[in-house]
Antibody, heavy 119, light 111 residues
Framework: EVQLVESGGGLVQPGGSLRLSCAAS????????MHWVRQAPGKGLVWVSR????????TYADSVKGRFTISRDNAKNTLYLQMNSLRAEDTAVYYC????????????WGQGTLVTVSS | QSVLTQPPSVSGAPGQRVTISCTGSTSNIGANYDVHWYQQLPGTAPKLLIY???NRPSGVPDRFSGSKSGTSASLAITGLQAEDEADYYCQSYDSRLSGVVFGGGTKLTVL
C-alpha cells in the first residue's frame, strides 16, 4: 500500500526556519517525481515545489523561490522541504504528493502537516 | 488570484448534472498541457478524480467526466449525490511560470 506521511510541522516565528519530511513507503520511491503542495486555512491548493527522481532537477513557485529548498534521500525513501525566512503567509497545511509516471498529476497524497508562522 | 480560474461555488439537487469550468490561457491549457481534476472532501487530502483531461483513475465512478477545449476545461458530474459535496480543483502546467498551477477551487453544494 502506498503511504506518504508528512512530519515536521509546527509553530515558528516570522523569519524562522523549519524542515518538513515526507516518509514514503509501499512503492519504489526513487522512480517517481515528487511535489509539495500547500493549503492555507480555508483557502485553495497552491503548488510549492517539484523534484525529479534523483534530485538533480527542482522547480519552485515564485512565492517561495530563494527561501524554500526541496530535496530527497532515496536511500531513506524520504522527501524534504527546507523552509527559511518564513512569513505569516506561509501558514498552511503542507502536503507531499507523488507524481504519476506519465503527466504531472498526483495520484497519492499524504495527510498533510500544519505549519503556523506567528509571533 | 489563481492562474486557472474556477467559479467559487456551484450547486445542484440530487440526481442533477453540474459542470465546473476551469479557464486558463495560452501558456497553460491553451498550450496543450493536460488538465487534471481533484476532489477534496472536508478535512481530507485531495484525491485525483480526472487525469489527462478526460481519464478516470480506477475506482472513480463514471458519473465524473472531463473535457477540454481551447484555453478552458470542464468537469461534469451527473446523477449528483450527497457524497459529491466537496471542493474541486483543476490543475495544469504553465510554461510561462515553468511550474504546476491549480485553479482556485470550486465548492460543490448538493441541495
Amino acid at each position: 500500500e502506498v503511504q506518504l506521511v508528512e512530519s515536521g510541522g509546527g509553530l515558528v516565528q516570522p523569519g524562522g526556519s523549519l524542515r518538513l519530511s515526507c516518509a514514503a513507503s509501499g512503492f519504489t520511491f526513487s522512480s517517481y517525481w515528487m511535489h509539495w503542495v500547500r493549503q492555507a486555512p480555508g483557502k485553495g491548493l497552491v503548488w510549492v515545489s517539484r523534484i525529479n527522481r534523483d534530485g538533480t532537477s527542482t522547480t519552485y513557485a515564485d512565492s517561495v523561490k530563494g527561501r524554500f529548498t526541496i530535496s530527497r534521500d532515496n536511500a531513506k525513501n524520504t522527501l524534504y522541504l527546507q523552509m527559511n525566512s518564513l512569513r505569516a503567509e506561509d501558514t498552511a497545511v503542507y502536503y507531499c504528493a507523488r507524481e504519476e509516471k506519465i503527466g504531472i498529476q498526483s495520484d497519492y497524497w499524504g495527510q498533510g502537516t500544519l505549519v503556523t508562522v506567528s509571533s | 488570484q489563481s492562474v486557472l480560474t474556477q467559479p467559487p461555488s456551484v450547486s445542484g439537487a440530487p440526481g442533477q448534472r453540474v459542470t465546473i469550468s476551469c479557464t486558463g490561457s495560452t501558456s497553460n491549457i491553451g498550450a496543450n498541457y493536460d488538465v487534471h481534476w481533484y476532489q477534496q472532501l472536508p478535512g481530507t487530502a485531495p484525491k485525483l478524480l480526472i487525469y489527462g483531461n478526460n481519464n478516470r483513475p480506477s475506482g472513480v465512478p463514471d458519473r465524473f467526466s472531463g473535457s477540454k477545449s481551447g484555453t478552458s476545461a470542464s468537469l461534469a458530474i451527473t446523477g449528483l449525490q450527497a457524497e459529491d459535496e466537496a471542493d474541486y480543483y483543476c490543475q495544469s502546467y504553465d510554461s510561462r511560470l515553468s511550474g504546476v498551477v491549480f485553479g482556485g477551487g470550486t465548492k460543490l453544494t448538493v441541495l
